[in-house]
């Protein structure tokens, strides 16, 4: 694929969508330690089951005005009224399953939090804090785990599939396609 820039990317970057190419050049596959980060992304993989990660990230920045900028405490207090006014929101994706699993996620992101001392920790120390470089695989062993023991806490929509592109897009797993100019 020609690239206007000469870069080579990933087969899944649409080149038509500076947004995408944005996030897989600078976001994609960095590592995340910070737990807000975290919590967003998660979110959005969430959201993204089932559906493309280009239309997440499109409208990523509704998700951010809509959940509050995704500030843990406050959607971990959502009740009812805030849940019926996301499913309401035009600029957002609307799945009524998606939207309470986000707020059921926030608190089991919170326990874990006061667990292991951070989101982050508990994340990195499913690989010794080593980002695990395979390319190919739309799930692994590591996904596995790490999404047996989410679900066992209580978490929704964190299937062994979801796991695994989220560990991608936070950095736990760096896959860049060869030939990519970021492998």
């Known amino acids: 694929m020609e690239w206007a ?28 330690r910070d737990d807000h980060k975290l919590f967003e992304m998660l979110v959005l993989e969430c959201f993204q089951a089932g559906l493309s990660w280009e239309c997440v990230l499109n409208k990523q920045e509704a998700f951010r005005r809509a959940f509050d900028g995704f500030d843990l405490e406050m959607v971990c207090a959502y009740g009812e009224e805030k849940l019926d006014a996301l499913q309401s929101d035009p ?45 190919g695989l739309a799930s692994s062993p590591l996904s596995d785990r790490v999404s047996r023991d989410l679900k066992k806490r209580g978490m929704k929509f964190v299937g062994t599939t979801v796991v695994y592109a ?14 990519c100019f970021l492998e």
Not at 120 to 131: F, P
Request: glycine share 10%; proline share 2%.
């Open 5 to 32: 820039d000469g870069k080579m990317r990933c087969g899944w970057a649409n080149p038509k969508n500076e947004r995408y190419v944005r996030y897989h050049d600078d976001e994609w596959g960095v590592p995340v």
């Open 91 to 135: 600029d957002i994706i609307r799945n009524r399953l998606k939207i309470r699993a986000a707020v059921t996620n926030a608190r089991v992101f919170r326990e874990i939090q006061r667990e292991h001392g951070s989101f982050s920790d508990y994340l990195w120390g499913w690989t010794g804090g080593k980002v695990i470089y395979e390319k």
């Open 166 to 179: 989220y560990l991608q897009a936070v950095g736990v797993i760096y896959s860049h396609d060869a030939g």
